[in-house]
C-alpha cells in the first residue's frame, strides 16, 4: 500500500511539472511575443530622424559661431545620438550602410569644439557640411542639399554665451 501511495505521488508530482513545464513555455511564448510588439512599437523613419539631424546641424553652426563651445559640444552629441538611432531603427535601409562616411567629419569638428577655435571650427563645419552631401549623391539622395544655415531654426533660442 505504502509503495502505491510513493508511486501515485510521483507520478502526480510528475505531471503537475509537466503542466507546469507546459504553462512556462506558453508563458514565455507570450513574452517573447509582447516582447517583439513593444520593440517594433516605436520606429522613427529614416526621413525623421535625418531631419532631427538637420536641426541640430543648424543649432550647431549658431553655437559654433557665437562661441558658445558648451552648446556646441551638446548639439554635435545629439547629431551623433541621432546617428545611433538610424543605426538602431533604420539598419534595414540600404542608405544606412553609408553613414560611416560622417564620422571622420564629426571627429574633427568635435576637435575644433574642445580646442574651442573658432577658425577652425568653420572649417570642420564646411567639411561636415560638404561630407552629408557625398553621402546624400551616393544614396540617391542628392537632392537634398544640405548649406551652411544663415538664420537660426529657431528664435526662441539664444546662440550666445
Known sequence: M???????SVFLFLSSCSDNSKQVSELQ???TELQQKVNDA???GLGELMSNIQVHHAKLWFAG?????KLAEFEI???EETFEAI?????DREETKMI?????AIDSLKTAIARENILLFKDRFV???KTCNSCHEAVKFGFNKIKIPDSPPFSNQLFNK
Do not use: C
Not at 505504502?2 to 501515485?8: A, D, E
Not at 543605426?87 to 539598419?91: A, G, V
Open 2 to 8: 505504502l509503495k502505491l501511495v510513493f508511486t501515485l
Open 29 to 31: 511564448s507570450q513574452v
Open 42 to 44: 516605436y520606429k522613427p
Open 65 to 69: 559661431i557665437n562661441e558658445n563651445w
Open 77 to 79: 552629441h545629439e547629431i
Open 87 to 91: 543605426n538602431e531603427y533604420q539598419s
Open 100 to 104: 560611416t562616411i560622417i564620422n571622420p
Open 127 to 129: 567639411t561636415l557640411t
